[in-house]
């Protein structure tokens, strides 16, 4: 059988790993990814072949996956949080088909809208967007729409890559827009090492929100109206009952 | 140490339940959850005390809970998929502040959208809303606008409770309300049992999914104008780019 596994982790620790992405990744003879996410699973299989390429290569990464499952070796391809979320299982499935005898399974991971949800509390416990703030691959108006639509919808909203090195003052740019639509006192939060070393977190209002500093290492989270601090965690309410 | 851990159990099978669920449940003395929830787990932990309620006395069930940990005994609340995702993780902090001994922890599970995006293939690729149609605690005006603003938003949908059998004719209305604002020829996809016996899957269009009779056990995509069916699959584009 010639097989690609497109495998989301979680947000780094084994702890967050399900028994299922284990057990694709125990199958697996190569295990493929960016540096940082194989170096989170290298101790557990200490022995294993890797394959890793830098961050920008992930077409090539892909179709060199798909060779190696095509010349029958079976191929675990990681992703930090969900395999489906601006993970790689879409370009695998884009590529796969090129490679008709390759087969791809996808193994769902916790992305970091749910592991940084947790931490902060329940932010997303109602209807919610996830939107990149990265405008590599996609244009700025677009990403700016999406922001003012989340915001008309009074939906929660999660924000990954909010920051980078080419792209400071990002997080900045999106309270704006959020603002024209929201008040500044709706309340936010930003989690940072998610299930790794130095796990840091924040809640805030959105006013003070547009002041921070944050890094690539970062998820962060826009209440809706009804998003409450209670207790030091950011929770939203499920709907609009009174509670009993 | 008074502790309710409140817990994502992911879409229903053993192989989805992390670790880090798996020893909250481990450490608890008493588990407690619907009853759907519960059998799930029960052969995991056969000999262990299960506290279960009706579906619709969530605020009793959660108040029940923090009791019990104010009296010693650690509880695990299951929820289904994520705690945070119209979850359980929400009722408790809102109670949490009546029980100040009581320390609550959120830890977080594969939510539907993505262990259905999974068997889907990958539609939740790039910048993607969570809308639940259940207008048992929400004002179907809300949702309406949450639906039209994310169809503006060019977002991918995940519909959760998309039916019930009071709620019969629900996505046929939220159907129509995205036909407003994108083509009849949107992929879309839905996934029922997810996880469990019984799974079914289907890639169709939206004017088709307008016709589809799905039940509450079914979960439901909505593409961007970007997603496309490849070999069986609904894939969402990563952005904008090329395919290298």
Redesign the interface.
Known sequence: MNKVYVV?I?PG????????AR?AMDQAAVLCGYTVYIDLVRSLYPGKEVFTTPMTRE??RC?RCLELAQSGRTVAMLCSG??????M???L?????EFPEVEVE??????AA??G???L????????????LSD????WE?IE??L???A????SICLYNPSSKKRAGYLRRACDILLREKAGTTVCGWVRNIGREGLERRVLTLAELREETVDMFTTVFIGSSATRE??G?M???????A??
Request: include cysteine.
């Open positions: 989301g979680g620790g084994a702890q967050q790993i399900t028994p299922q057990a077409w090539e179709r969900d395999a489906g979320v601006y993970g299982a879409g370009p499935l884009q590529l796969g088909p996808v193994v769902p991971g916790v992305t749910l592991s949800g947790a931490v509390g329940a932010p997303l416990m109602h209807d919610f967007c996830v939107i990149s590599l691959l996609t244009p677009t729409n999406r003012l639509c989340a008309r919808g009074d939906f209670i207790g965690w929770v939203t309410p499920r709907g609009y009952e509670k009993a």
